[in-house]
């Protein structure tokens, strides 16, 4: 049995959810901002501070696999809300 293989897979998967997770956290929050064109500071900066966060969190994984998933996802975020970039 490969325990670490297992762990480093663990930990993908965990990441690849993350990312679906977070394209879901900014419509849920921001979606009904981005139509009224009504963001506030506060909003753009809890935003910016979720994407600080999962990107730091996937920068640490030296997973080619992961980086190209978080650049569809965050390209995804930026056109729907390019506020926050």
């Not at 921001?30 to 506030?40: I, R, V």
């Not at 640490?60 to 970039?85: D, G």
Request: contains cysteine; charged residues 30%.
């Amino acid at each position: 049995m490969n325990l670490s293989g297992d762990y480093e897979k663990i930990l993908e998967d965990n990441l690849k959810d993350e990312l679906g997770w977070l394209l879901q956290e900014f419509e849920f929050l921001f979606k009904q901002k981005m139509l009224k064109h009504c963001y506030t500071k506060d909003d753009i900066s809890i935003g910016n501070q979720i994407l600080d966060n999962v990107i730091d969190n996937i920068k640490t994984n030296k997973s080619e696999e992961l980086i190209n998933l978080l650049a569809i996802t965050l390209n995804r975020i930026e056109k729907q809300f390019p506020e926050f970039f």
